[in-house]
């Protein structure tokens, strides 16, 4: 697949890497030899102060312009243990465990794509093997599909790899645990400023409109500003949440929040669930706490934290998704979203309603 890319947006980065690349021949090659034949410095300083300057606007600029491009990438991470669900994930990541008949994080890939998205970037660990052959051709499958004239099913399996672009990155161990970690290993794979979808591996969502597409959307509305997807929860659930607080007199725009609060220390109910479209600087306020050793609650690296800070210079709003919010990430709610999927599913609703309706009947009769 090809993404179609700006020509302005060419133009900068071509520009910016010839800076780079000629602040480097200044520093690195013509230095030493002035520095051994005992000529003067004074030019070369001088030019290399110019080059630097107008490397500076470059980068502004480009970042100005990657800010209102079209969002092309989502990140998903998937890099945890599931250990709520071992045995079962010794083997295979938490994301691979069906909801009816496809993983997890097929779901979330479908939504992106649904939403526009053509780059998926899956931050993965050591032995998720299971994930990326998931995504990937299977020559022999298809073949016998082919053969046995099951063509649905032919169109199903080679639908999963041919609906986008795959890119798979590893999270170190030696880097720190929280939500947005995942996030310092795909730095190197976005442009400066650049707008990109970040989802949680473990959170799905039901909705006429794909929640990805109803996020991109009002950032697109608010001029290409930070977004953040949320939900109200029950006070029960509060704890379990990143909880948002709106500035007085606005209906989105974000003033604080705090990760998981006990339920008492905070009015808000307005809950986070795994859909962001954030930009780069947030990634740069992360890897700046992770250098300096800034963590949050728990000792995590948290994303909410870096929002926060990017909150106090540059808008950040709080989009209410129409839809219903689930979350895979325990056995109980695991167990629920099988349920809210079934029942969702045409070919298998009635039967299965009249199913979980002779169960209730059985259980008040005993």
């Known amino acids: 697949?090809?993404?179609?890319?700006?020509?302005?947006?060419?133009?900068?980065?071509?520009q910016l890497t010839f800076f780079n690349s000629a602040i480097d021949c200044l520093t690195k090659v013509i230095g030493p030899i002035l520095l051994l034949t005992g000529r003067d410095f004074t030019m070369l300083v001088v030019i290399i102060q110019?080059?630097?300057?107008?490397?500076?606007?470059?980068?502004?600029?480009?970042?100005?312009?990657?800010?209102?491009?079209p969002v092309t990438k989502a990140v998903i991470a998937v890099a945890g243990y599931g250990t709520r669900f071992l045995p079962a994930t010794k083997n295979q990541p938490k994301e691979m465990l069906p909801i009816i008949d496809k993983p997890i994080v097929q779901y979330l890939v479908e939504e992106a794509v649904e939403s526009g998205i053509k780059d998926i970037i899956l931050v993965t660990r050591f032995g998720q093997s299971a994930m990326e052959n998931h995504f990937d051709s299977n020559l022999e499958l298809e073949i016998q599909l082919e053969k046995n004239g099951k063509k649905k099913q032919l169109e199903q399996v080679q639908k999963v790899y041919r609906m986008a672009n795959y890119i798979y990155v590893r999270q170190g161990r030696h880097l720190p645990y929280g939500n947005g970690t995942p996030l310092l290993c795909v730095k190197d794979l976005l442009a400066p400023g650049e707008r990109f979808v970040y989802m949680f591996g473990d959170d799905l969502?039901?909705?006429?409109?794909?929640?990805?597409?109803?996020?991109?959307?009002?950032?697109?509305?608010k001029q290409g500003a930070v977004a953040v997807a949320v939900?109200?929860?029950?006070?029960?659930?509060?704890?379990?949440?990143?909880?948002?607080?709106?500035?007085?007199?606005?209906?989105?725009?974000?003033?604080d929040a705090v990760e998981k609060p006990d339920p008492k220390s905070v009015k808000s109910r307005l809950a986070q669930f795994g859909r962001f479209v954030i930009n780069t600087d947030i990634v740069n306020i992360l890897e700046k706490n992770y250098e300096d050793n800034n963590l949050g609650k728990d000792n995590e690296l948290w994303l909410i934290d870096a929002i926060i800070e990017y909150a106090k210079k540059q808008p950040v709003y709080a989009s209410r998704i129409e839809g219903k919010w689930m979350t895979?990430?325990?056995?109980?709610?695991?167990?629920?979203?099988?349920?809210?999927?079934?029942?969702?599913?045409?070919?298998?609703?009635?039967?299965?309603?009249?199913?979980?309706?002779?169960?209730?009947g059985r259980g008040s009769n005993g």
């Open 231 to 255: 939900q109200e929860v029950v006070e029960s659930e509060v704890s379990r949440y990143g909880i948002y607080r709106l500035k007085e007199g606005s209906e989105d725009l974000v003033k």
């Open 328 to 360: 895979t990430g325990d056995p109980l709610r695991y167990m629920k979203a099988q349920v809210e999927f079934a029942l969702n599913r045409p070919d298998l609703a009635t039967d299965f309603r009249n199913y979980l309706e002779e169960l209730v």
């Open 1 to 14: 697949m090809t993404t179609p890319v700006s020509l302005k947006t060419v133009f900068l980065v071509g």
């Open 205 to 221: 969502v039901l909705s006429k409109e794909p929640c990805t597409k109803q996020l991109v959307d009002y950032s697109d509305k």
């Open 50 to 69: 110019k080059l630097t300057k107008t490397r500076k606007r470059m980068i502004y600029w480009t970042t100005k312009m990657n800010q209102f491009n």
